[in-house]
């Protein structure tokens, strides 16, 4: 079972700027599509951004400008860069890869998670 774990969450003040970051065991990158979702209280989890292998990448809207998607294949590492945070961006981020090289909603791996909080 391939294992992911999120870091760099933590308390942010509006305006403000973290970068999350999600290593991959016991499997390489190029081959898959990597994506990040978050999950906000008492809400469903949504799509944030999503990366290819061929390097396309997606965004939602809401974070369309303000959050890129990259990935270090060497070290097994995809990251997500998140400025001009806004407190409807307090959620549990979650990092997920899937078995297809292109942006896709079947993604069979997913790490724990990890807290961002926006607040003053």
């Known amino acids: 079972q391939v294992q992911l774990a999120e870091s760099g969450g933590g308390l942010v003040q509006p305006g403000g700027s973290l970068r999350l970051s999600c290593a991959v065991s016991e499997t390489t990158l190029d081959n898959h599509a990597s994506g990040w979702f978050r999950q906000a209280p008492g809400k469903e989890t949504e799509g944030v951004a999503c990366?290819?292998?061929?390097?396309?990448?997606f965004y939602t809207d809401p974070v369309q400008g303000r959050f890129t998607i990259s990935r270090d294949l060497a070290k097994k590492m995809t990251y997500l860069q998140m400025n001009d945070l806004k407190p409807e961006d307090t959620a549990v981020y979650y990092c997920?890869?899937?078995?297809?090289?292109?942006?896709?909603?079947?993604?069979?791996?997913w790490g724990r998670g990890t807290q961002v909080t926006v607040s003053s």
């Open positions: 997920a890869i899937s078995p297809a090289r292109t942006c896709t909603e079947t993604y069979t791996s």
């Open positions: 990366m290819s292998v061929a390097g396309f990448k």
